[in-house]
């Protein structure tokens, strides 16, 4: 079970408008079982691989229920987002406030197994916090079919380094600064868990997602890089199963990967990872 310490993702959703084809799809791409934890949890959906907590699946129509208008219309897309680990939560929550983010939800308690909250900014786009109480988060990082690199994209990077600095208390270091590719990670006590990528500045360093040329104001976003043994085989597969390559296969100074859509429009990357064992 991964260690997760403050500011590290330590969950992932995915927002989606059938449960059944999302299943259908991850379950063929990843091996992955959706399970359902019933009307009390709003029929939320645990992913899990081989036993071990992979992220979770919601309809979105049910999340944007009673939702003001302008929430709902952001619940109501397809996509993957992030959450990030937290010790307390209520503090993140006025830190938030204070910088002058959107609360969208939270803090909210989820039974015996956390709490949570989602903030929207246009620096960060929609990002969630979790706080352990019984589950500390995913179960698998860094490995195939699991998660293995979170990054947010933004055209708004001096502000999101220091967002994600204030808010999420992240040690946010720039470490590429040139006129084609501007990146920041964050490190914690295990290592490097997640970046900060400047979508205005692309290059031959940039992240897989990122086609050349494509620079410009755009909504921040986060991206899910998911392990497989070969990125080619997989990007074919997500192809079979209705789903888009959006750029790639192609070799990177962080390895072989792609940019994919599955067959609901949602983003996420594929980065070359080992076999689980």
Known sequence: MPTFTTGDPCWIDLMTDSIERSHAFYGQLFGWTFTDSGEEFGHYNMITL?????????????AAAGMPPEMADIALGNYWSTYLHTADIEALAHRAGDHG?????GPMQV???GWSLEVLDPALGMIGAWQPLEFPGTGLLAAAS????FELHTSHFPETVSLMRDVFEWDATVTA???QF?????????????GIYDVTRTGPDAPGDVPEGSGGP???????YFGTPDVDVAASRVIALGGSVLLGPHDSPYGRMAA?????????????????S
């Open 50 to 62: 081989d036993d071990a907590p992979i992220g979770g699946a919601m309809q979105n129509s049910a």
């Open 101 to 105: 983010t959107q609360l969208l939800g």
């Open 111 to 113: 039974g015996e197994l």
């Open 146 to 149: 699991a998660p293995c690199w």
């Open 177 to 179: 600064d040139t006129p």
């Open 182 to 194: 501007r990146y920041a990670g964050h490190r914690g006590p295990e290592g490097a868990s997640a």
């Open 218 to 224: 755009a909504p921040a976003r986060w991206v899910v």
């Open 260 to 276: 994919v859509a599955d067959d609901q429009g949602s983003t996420f990357s594929l980065v070359q990872a080992d076999a689980v």
